[in-house]
């Protein structure tokens, strides 16, 4: 777009319909991202798996799909149980014992599981690229100049709705309030008789069930293969730490601006060169902010 | 001499018998199994530079792999000179690209680091698979055979010694690490960065050395990776799995020791040449199984055998000297 011409009508409407894919796009990422806010600001693990369990969620999604016909919208029903399963389960077998390790051993543990569910995942269901075509992603809604397919309308207000019960369980809950204090301070929590053990079991399982579900959204958008994931892992962590570390709303926030910058990039550059952009942000928030946009308590302890 | 061979003897067995085998064994399966375990555990030991003594663990080491690969094969097939040359450029782009992961390693710790050496490999994955003008996007590129030494076109017993040569290079580089003053100055920084500041030691500056010097290496070993193999693609080279294997091997055969990397390909590049011929029937990803077990490995390694082989070999070697 030329910026000395005025704008007119047409410019505008580009505008909306640019404003309007990045807030649908924003609440999609949020939700992908609460998860691993909350993994990462409670236990202070770093989950390099995170994505591969959205991954997951979307072969779920695909599966239910194909094989019974079933929308992705009455999946999430199963999705969010059968997720929070997955997430006590992999904690019991994988995270428990490496959670007072050192960052290294948590590195390289969360990217073993991950390389392992990427191919179980490839052997399972081979590397083919599937595609969730539900009838809602053919039916357009207009408004105001703005053109959006219903699918996703409706990922973007279950993500929101489900992002804001998460935020509501924290903060107003008994056992949101018992982990926030975990992730202030775990030995002050411990002295106050808090079981830390179940606190992270817990996190951690709300954090899959999070993203696991996030994944079953997504996959009528996406296209669904075993590596998948990376691409929403790496995009969450710029999410998370742009946001700061376990802050929900900043989350929401972060979300906000990286579907903004990839919004804008792939509208200025072309779709192709897109994933670019949000590594190339990645790269420079990570050297310019670590702490975060608004800086945050508890970096310290990842020695940013 | 005494103290070099009980210190060294490890190594003086494994690289003697690789330097053997090539006047005794003909078969061309094994001997590729050999040059494949040689540049396996040349790269494992090039990361281990970076990651092992210096502890900056990094998961894009595939970067500096795909840079060195990419540089020979195009040096030969687009402006039509010798892979040696391109593993020159490629060295030359990969300080330059080391030089930059160095500086955010001043920047980063732990984790955020390991996350930016990812982006900065995917961000390479993208803008090769994309520039198809110059690379062949992800179509990939089949580096041709050209017979001779200047052309890198070598027999098997040729590659075993040229993988030998690179894997002697890397170990050279670990022993140095190991004895100098940069070398304990570096364990210094991976022990505690703070306490060696405060000692006077320049971190910053060391940091950036290692991780330059390992970017160097590692891309030596692409270039010599690309011309043995004969084809180039973005989606391997740069590929996290890739990265992964640099450091799996140095974990299993022991971080921060000098002949660890190579115990490691050892174990992990048999493993995968036994499975190859027994899974080679089964259609379904013959690569998938192989990751499987090698991502459990890698989880139950650094949860209950944290410090690897080299590890294990040294709790034996005190126990018989205690009995």
């Known amino acids: 777009m030329d910026p000395a011409r005025p704008l007119g009508p047409a410019q505008i409407d580009v505008l909306a319909q640019l404003a309007v894919a990045t807030v649908l796009l924003g609440g999609i990422y949020a939700l992908v991202s609460v998860g691993l806010t909350l993994i990462f600001g409670i236990m202070r693990v770093v989950n390099f798996a995170h994505g591969e369990f959205l991954m997951l969620g979307m072969y779920l999604a695909f599966w239910a799909f194909s094989l019974w016909a079933l929308d992705p919208y009455f999946v999430l029903f199963v999705s969010i149980p059968v997720f929070f399963v997955v997430g006590l389960v992999t904690y019991a077998l994988v995270m428990r014992g490496v959670i007072h390790a ?12 991950s390389t392992v569910l990427q191919n179980v995942a490839l052997v399972a269901w081979s590397g083919d690229f599937r595609f969730v075509r539900p009838w809602h992603l053919s039916t357009v809604l207009r ?5 959006f397919n219903l699918t996703q309308v409706v990922a973007f207000l279950i993500a929101v709705a489900l992002t804001a019960a998460l935020v509501a369980f924290m903060r107003w809950t008994h056992a949101g309030r018992v982990m926030r204090a975990t992730a202030q301070d775990r030995d002050a929590a411990t002295l106050m008789g808090i079981d830390t053990d179940r606190v992270y079991r817990l996190s951690f399982a709300i954090g899959i069930a999070a993203v696991g579900s996030a994944g079953v959204l997504v996959a009528p958008l996406y296209s669904v293969y075993p590596t998948a994931g990376l691409q929403f892992v790496l995009l969450s962590y710029v999410v998370v730490v742009l946001g700061g570390l376990g802050d929900m709303l900043g989350a929401m926030l972060g979300s906000l601006i990286v579907a903004a910058v990839e919004v804008a990039g792939s509208y200025l550059f072309g779709a192709a060169w897109k994933e670019i952009f949000y590594f190339l942000l990645f790269i420079l928030v990570l050297v310019f902010r670590p702490a975060g946009l608004f800086g945050q308590r508890g970096a310290e302890t990842l020695g940013v | 001499m005494d103290s070099l061979l009980r210190s060294r003897g490890g190594a003086l067995v494994v690289f003697g018998l690789a330097a053997v085998t090539p006047l005794v064994v003909r078969d061309a399966y094994f001997l590729d199994s050999l040059v494949l375990i040689l540049l396996w555990g040349a790269l494992s030991a090039a990361w281990n530079v970076a990651g092992g ?3 900056q663990v990094s998961i894009g080491h595939a970067s500096f792999f795909g840079i060195g690969a990419y540089a020979a094969a195009l040096m030969v097939t687009r402006f039509g000179r010798g892979p040696w040359l391109g593993m020159l450029v490629g060295v030359v782009i990969s300080i330059g690209a080391g030089f930059v992961i160095g500086f955010l390693s001043n920047r980063l710790k732990g984790p ?3 996350l930016s050496t990812i982006a900065f490999s995917q961000v390479l994955l993208i803008g090769v698979s994309r520039w198809r003008g110059f690379t062949a996007g992800g179509e990939g590129i089949p580096v041709p055979f050209r017979p001779g030494f200047a052309t890198l076109g070598l027999g098997h017993a040729g590659w075993v010694y040229m993988a030998l040569a690179a894997a002697l290079l890397c170990y050279a580089v670990e022993v140095y690490l190991e004895r100098s003053r940069v070398g304990y100055q570096l364990a210094g920084v991976r022990e505690d960065e703070d ?6 030691i320049p971190t910053r500056r060391l940091k950036v050395f290692a991780v330059t010097l390992s970017a160097a290496l590692t891309s030596i070993c692409g270039s010599l990776w690309a011309q043995y193999i004969g084809f180039v693609d973005p989606t391997y080279v740069f590929s996290v799995d890739l990265s992964v294997r ?5 974990i299993i055969g022991g971080m921060g020791t000098a002949l660890g990397p190579y115990l490691g390909s050892i174990l992990i590049t048999s493993l995968e040449t036994y499975l190859r011929a027994t899974f080679s029937g089964v259609k379904t990803g013959f690569a998938g199984i192989y990751l499987i077990i090698y991502g459990t490995a890698l989880i139950l390694v650094v949860r209950f055998v944290p410090d690897g082989l080299a590890g294990i070999a040294a709790r034996l070697r005190t126990r018989r ?3």
């Open chain 2, 112 to 114: 955020y680091f390991a």
């Open chain 2, 195 to 200: 306490a060696a500041e405060a000692l006077g």
């Open chain 2, 246 to 250: 640099f450091a799996l091997n140095a």
């Open chain 2, 53 to 55: 003594y210096a502890g």
């Open chain 1, 102 to 113: 050192s960052h290294n051993v948590q590195i390289f543990t969360t990217v073993g599981l």
């Open chain 2, 321 to 323: 000297a205690h009995a």
């Open chain 1, 143 to 147: 408004a105001g100049g703005t053109i």
